[in-house]
């Protein structure tokens, strides 16, 4: 298949991507390696995709360091390092490749810079998306999976979450843009009959997590005898979902659009078990043979309380299957973290 991957420099997209090669998919990445945070652990991405440890690479400027890895995975796929915002770039893609499907993950992700920089929020996960769905619309690419997030969910007292639940209080301007793709890609599917498949992921960690997300943070931290900061009493809880897992849904999702018209379903990507955010810390802990050294602050602003996804639609037409107990992802993420040599990265 001709696969248009928006977003795959980042931490889901280059785990997918390196199975869409395996898989033998003529694959054109797009990402403009945006500075939400350093776009360093992207070039690691990249050349673990390459199949590169990424401790022997030598860093200089960014644009260089672009350039090299452009010339790197070239071999493997195109990079195309364009912002989709920019319509006039975008279109030109489109012209150039007769694309079969369209996996779009490319967004600025996140609750709590999504409070601090609405606007851009606002441009790249809805304007973005919008431009993919017209220029989809125009070159006659009608199947998308769209990468939607937990976070619509906002505080739903209801566990765990189904699909079915009612997402009309979302409580961060990040979740917001999630819920109105997720309806504008309804739009597009309804009228222009578009097969769509919203898969809403829950906390994804695993090899190449973002240096945002606490499980890497903490990590970082414990491993240099920081101190890390629990915001609340400790008692909140995540649905964290290992990237492999998160990787095989889509992945499995791409028959589902491929094979049916005109379908649109929402569907929950996640482990079915939410761990504490005091046992996280604990698995971390162990995994380092270290002890943290805490400060405990109020909770943030548009965080929520509890994650906890009912994947009963994901294992009925997806055949999902998710498989990863939660400290052998921990310990997956330290062998990355470690072979890697990550820690230089923070610095
Ligand atoms: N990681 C999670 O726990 C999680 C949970 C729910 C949903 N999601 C969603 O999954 C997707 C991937 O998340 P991730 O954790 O891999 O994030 P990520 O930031 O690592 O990946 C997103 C990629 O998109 C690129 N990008 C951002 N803006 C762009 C633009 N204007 N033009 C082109 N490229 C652009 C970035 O450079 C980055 O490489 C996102 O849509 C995110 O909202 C992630």
């Known amino acids: 298949m001709n ?12 785990n997918l991507l390196k199975l869409l090669l395996a898989e033998k998919h003529n ?13 360093k652990f992207k070039i690691v991405n990249l050349l673990n995709v390459c199949g590169e440890n990424a401790d022997n690479f030598s860093f200089h400027s960014k644009m260089e360091d672009i350039s090299s890895i452009k010339k790197k995975i070239g071999k493997l796929c195109s990079l195309v390092t364009i912002d989709i915002c920019d319509k006039f770039s975008l279109e030109k893609v489109f012209k150039q490749n007769e694309f079969d499907l369209v996996i779009h993950l490319a967004a600025l992700a996140g609750v709590r810079p999504s409070i ?5 929020y606002i441009d790249v996960n809805i304007l973005g998306t919008l431009n993919i769905l017209e220029l989809q619309k125009k070159y006659n690419c009608k199947k998308i999976i769209f990468a939607s997030s937990s976070s619509v969910y906002g505080n739903n007292r209801e566990i765990p979450f189904s699909e079915e639940h009612s997402v009309d209080k979302v409580i961060s301007q990040y979740a917001f843009t999630k819920k109105s793709c997720e309806n504008l890609i309804h739009v597009y599917s309804h009228l222009y009959n578009f097969s769509a498949v919203m898969l809403r992921f829950f906390t994804v960690y695993g090899p ?9 943070k903490f990590f970082n931290k414990i491993y240099n005898d920081e101190i890390i900061d629990i915001y609340g009493d400790g008692s909140s809880s995540r649905d964290y979902t290992y990237v492999d897992d998160i990787v095989a849904g889509i992945y499995n999702s791409c028959d589902l659009v491929m094979s ?4 649109y379903e929402i569907i929950n990507l996640g482990e079915n078990t939410s761990i504490g955010l005091n046992e996280m810390v604990e698995a971390i802990e162990s995994a380092l043979n270290k002890v943290s050294i805490k400060r405990n602050l109020p909770m943030m602003p548009g965080d929520v309380d509890c994650t ?4 009963e639609k ?31 990265l923070w610095k």
């Open 3 to 14: 696969i248009l991957l928006t977003g795959g420099a980042g931490f889901i997209g280059s």
């Open 116 to 120: 601090e920089m609405p606007e851009s």
């Open 260 to 263: 049916n018209d005109s379908i």
């Open 208 to 216: 190449g997590q973002r240096p945002d997300l606490a499980i890497h």
């Open 308 to 311: 906890f996804a009912d994947i």
């Open 314 to 344: 994901a294992r009925n037409i997806l055949k999902y299957s998710p498989s990863t107990i939660f400290s052998d992802g921990i310990r997956t993420f330290k062998n990355w973290y470690i072979s890697n040599n990550i820690n230089r």
């Open 27 to 39: 694959v054109v990445v797009i990402d403009n390696f945006v500075d939400n945070y350093d776009y």
